[in-house]
T-cell receptor, first 114, second 114 residues
Framework: KNQVEQSPQSLIILEGKNCTLQ??????????LRWYKQDTGRGPVSLTI?????NTKSNGRYTATLDADTKQSSLHITASQLSDSASYIC?????????????FGRGTSLIVHP | DAGVIQSPRHEVTEMGQEVTLRCKPI?????LFWYRQTMMRGLELLIY????????DSGMPEDRFSAKMPNASFSTLKIQPSEPRDSAVYFC????????????FGPGTRLTVL
């Protein structure tokens, strides 16, 4: 069964600190992995996308890594800001017979305190 | 472009009533997705369309749910009859068909069934 597991479920850090969120998946055949940020009351917004051949991708203070062999990904946030408080969702997609199916993780809820 | 537009933003109805959620995708996008998000289950893909044709509706929970896309600029998700367990936030997203392309989410419709 295709699954995406994220950890931790929630995280509280102080402003300015770094943090790393984890994503493990069993989706196959793999097409791409995306990290989304979802602010409270809004729809998810894409932060990064990685295909099989990519093992790191940055977007400002956000850096995602991918190990396709172990089927693990991480999202590292550097020098956190209050605006980073949100839910971060890992999404792994497979492509099969022309169809495109995303599988969503449950998300990690991040709270950044001043 | 105004992004993905959803209406209504909030809907409160009584059990047994019909509910219709509406979505206008980003112009030029040819894939449209309907999602449901709850605290318990996270984001779930309900159905998606390519070029107005339903491709995968395996996520639609029951026959009470139906979705249509009569043209490239409009889609509906209907629940008839509604039940309290349908209470959730329903998101619509659109993208170019290429699988590595980003899905752009609408603001969501918060549905409460009493």
């Amino acid at each position: 069964k295709n699954q995406v597991e994220q950890s931790p479920q929630s995280l509280i850090i102080l402003e300015g600190k770094n943090c790393t969120l984890q994503c493990n998946y069993t989706v196959s055949p793999f097409s791409n992995l995306r990290w989304y940020k979802q602010d409270t009351g809004r729809g998810p917004v894409s932060l990064t996308i990685m295909t099989f051949s990519e093992n790191t991708k940055s977007n400002g203070r956000y850096t995602a890594t991918l190990d396709a062999d172990t089927k693990q990904s991480s999202l590292h946030i550097t020098a956190s800001q209050l605006s980073d408080s949100a839910s971060y969702i890992c999404v792994v997609s497979l492509q099969s017979g022309g169809s495109y199916i995303p599988t969503f993780g449950r998300g990690t809820s991040l709270i950044v305190h001043p | 472009d105004a992004g993905v537009i959803q209406s209504p933003r909030h809907e409160v109805t009584e059990m047994g009533q019909e509910v219709t959620l509406r979505c206008k995708p980003i112009s030029g996008h040819n894939s449209l997705f309907w999602y449901r998000q709850t605290m318990m289950r996270g984001l779930e893909l309900l159905i998606y369309f390519n070029n107005n044709v339903p491709i995968d509706d395996s996520g639609m929970p029951e026959d009470r749910f139906s979705a249509k896309m009569p043209n490239a600029s409009f889609s509906t998700l209907k629940i008839q009859p509604s039940e309290p367990r349908d209470s959730a936030v329903y998101f619509c997203a659109s993208s170019d068909r290429a699988p590595n392309n980003e899905q752009f989410f609408g603001p969501g419709t918060r549905l409460t069934v009493l």
